[in-house]
């Protein structure tokens, strides 16, 4: 089978390589899983140039957090789900550290605890995006922040896939949000997906944006992907005891110095506003919830999708063959739909 192999951390498109390596053997509770679409990810390319909060132990398959497959076949002694079932595989570590396997690879092996079932009319690119960003969107709001009804929402980079859903969420939970993007020409089209209000920070100030937007009673929650000085405005932008939360840092997309990823908060609203500023990792989330929890919130997630209240924008397929263009796509601004790597294999490709 062929796999996308990372040689050792650097720049993504220099250190891929596409290797020829056996089919896996799944053991006891294990399933073997024919990959049919797999994203790639901001955070891929994170760990890739050895900046992320893990680092594999190279050489590794490339990336790979999620995808859909196919269950290929099943380990001994182990009955579920069926062969030929089709599943998503949360590949996010359980714990702080390396994937069990990246995802850019035609076969891979699971525990069947991270085997999701998927229904039929959920296309493929849907599927495989459903473990990291709709999840992120929905413990942002509803258990990092617990936005209430009727209350502000500040989000950055809200044009990104978890931006996008965080709106589409919001508008089912009757939330009110306040959106940053980079680009004018982003604005209209996050105002038609639903986003209350818009500010593009091209030409308009964050802080006095969202004061004018807010009234006195100000904003009391955010949740930033962008850090640097973007996310610094964002907390500034709070009302006293306000809550912001960092999920991202794209702002230092391609530094690898971890002395370049900050966030230059004031003084002033940490202590005398005693506003929070704290992280979120989805895999540190996975690493405290029992499997039980995150089956039971990917289910959760799983359903709002199937019900069409979160819409994933729809991926462009590469194969893996082409994962220089792959890569550069995921990385040009405005690049708008997310690259997949969508494996072909001639039988049991339904279209989707
Ligand atoms: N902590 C976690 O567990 C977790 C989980 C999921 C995702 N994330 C993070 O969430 C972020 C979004 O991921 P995604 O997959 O949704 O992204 P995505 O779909 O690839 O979209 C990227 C978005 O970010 C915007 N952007 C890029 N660089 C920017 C900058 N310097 N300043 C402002 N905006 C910028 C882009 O705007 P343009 O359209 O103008 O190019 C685009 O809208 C990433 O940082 C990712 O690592 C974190």
Redo the contacts with the bound molecule.
């Keep these: 089978m062929r796999a996308l192999v990372a040689v050792k951390a650097g720049e993504p498109t220099d250190v891929l390589r596409l290797e020829s390596r056996p089919v896996p053997t799944p053991k006891t509770g294990q399933a073997l899983i024919r990959v049919k679409a797999t994203p790639i990810?901001?955070?891929d390319l994170?760990v890739l140039r050895g900046r992320y909060g893990f680092s594999p132990t190279f050489p590794a398959v490339g990336g790979g957090l999620e995808c859909v497959g196919r269950v290929a076949a099943l380990g001994p002694d182990t009955e579920a789900p069926t062969v030929g079932e089709r599943v998503v595989v949360a590949a996010v570590p359980a714990v702080p550290g390396p994937p069990v396997a990246g995802t850019w690879q035609e076969y891979l092996v699971a525990d069947t605890l991270r085997l999701l079932p998927v229904p039929d009319h959920l296309s493929d690119s849907s599927a495989c995006q459903l473990a990291?960003?709709p999840l992120?969107a929905l413990l942002l709001v509803t258990r990092e922040l617990d936005v209430q009804p009727g209350e502000w929402l500040l989000q950055?980079?809200?044009?990104?896939?978890?931006?996008r859903l965080v709106i589409q969420l919001s508008r089912h939970l009757g939330i009110r949000t306040i959106n940053v993007?980079?680009?004018r020409a982003?604005v209209e089209e996050i105002k038609a997906l639903g986003g209350d209000e818009v500010i593009c920070?091209e030409d308009e100030d964050l802080v006095q944006r969202v004061a004018e937007t807010a009234g006195p009673d100000g904003v009391l929650k955010a949740a930033d992907?962008?850090a640097?000085p973007?996310g610094a405005q964002v907390s500034q932008a709070l009302a006293p005891s306000g809550e912001l939360v960092v999920?991202?840092?794209?702002?230092t997309?391609r530094k690898t110095d971890p002395a370049a990823l900050t966030i230059p908060l004031q003084a002033r609203s940490v202590i005398y506003e005693t506003k929070r500023i704290r992280?979120?990792?989805?895999?540190r989330?996975f690493a405290t919830a029992s499997p039980e929890i995150a089956l039971h919130a990917l289910a959760r997630v799983r359903g709002l999708v199937a019900d069409e209240v979160l819409s994933i924008?729809r991926g462009r397929p590469f194969p893996l063959e082409h994962f220089i263009e792959a890569v550069a796509l995921?990385e040009a601004?405005?690049?708008?739909t997310?690259p997949l790597f969508v494996i072909e294999d001639g039988r049991d490709e339904d279209g989707k």
């Design positions: 990810h901001a955070s994170h990291v960003n992120t950055t980079a809200a044009g990104s896939t978890v931006g993007v980079r680009r982003a920070t992907c962008v640097g973007v999920y991202g840092a794209l702002s997309h992280g979120f990792w989805l895999n989330w924008p995921a601004p405005a690049h708008g997310k």
